[in-house]
């Protein structure tokens, strides 16, 4: 493999860091930043879309995440509960967002994870673009959990080939990503899509995540279009 064939990605990846430092910067709660959060990430993944991306993934709540006080884990639930309302999901329907959950699912509360599984179906055949939310996710559990999925089905040691691991990631036909952004400044990717960002392009911006635009959304995939991709090669 050579250089890219398309200056516009595939596939986006965001680090959305930034919200809590946003809001004590202007004297707000950690509340107010992650819910400003995530009209952001409304704001990009439609920026993107208009753009060509056809993937939009981003880094929701992380396995490490449940570690947080418990008021605040508590706040992002009933964001994400938000996120799945019916209110949302006829949003995302009439924008044609299709709407995917990658990470574990057995320490969500049942109720908030029927509704996930219910927007996941409603935007199933929506073709305008697809949005992945990486929920109680972390990246070296979903290879594991891959590998444990490749035994369940059978597979010898032998079988379990990187070909094999990819079929068996959360959401497969999720592809692997083009270009992983951070925002606030921090130059790490924290457990962050692992086996899909193996060869991503790595773009940090030292703005907070509330703060990005649709501005911010065409100079990533301008630095992007700069870059020259060369897989190892």
């Not at 409304?42 to 992380?62: H, I, L, P, T």
Request: glycine residues 8%.
């Amino acid at each position: 493999m050579t250089n890219q064939v398309s200056s516009t990605p595939i596939h986006l990846g965001f680090i959305m860091d930034g919200n809590r430092r946003w809001a004590k910067a202007r004297g707000l709660s950690t509340f107010q930043g992650h819910r400003e959060g995530y009209n952001a990430a409304r704001r990009v993944a439609e920026a993107c879309f208009d753009a060509g991306v056809q993937f939009v993934s981003v880094y929701a709540f992380s396995t490490e995440n449940w570690r947080r006080e418990a008021s605040e884990v508590s706040y992002l639930m009933k964001l994400l509960a938000l996120a799945v309302s019916a209110k949302e999901i006829a949003y995302f329907k009439k924008n044609g967002i299709r709407l995917y959950f990658l990470g574990r699912r057995d320490r969500i509360e049942p109720k908030l994870l029927k509704a996930m599984k219910k927007g996941e179906a409603d935007t199933a055949n929506l073709t305008r673009g697809t949005l992945a939310v990486c929920l109680d996710y972390g990246g070296q559990q979903e290879i594991a959990d891959a590998v444990q999925n490749c035994l369940r089905d059978g597979l010898s040691a032998s079988d379990i080939t990187p070909e094999a691991i990819g079929e068996h990631l959360y959401a497969p036909s999720v592809p692997t990503i083009d270009m992983v952004t951070r925002t606030s400044g921090e130059q790490r990717i924290s457990n962050f899509m692992l086996w899909r960002s193996a060869y991503s392009e790595l773009f940090f911006l030292q703005k907070h995540w509330p703060e990005m635009t649709k501005t911010d959304v065409t100079a990533i995939i301008e630095e992007y279009a700069r870059r020259s991709r060369r897989f190892g090669g």
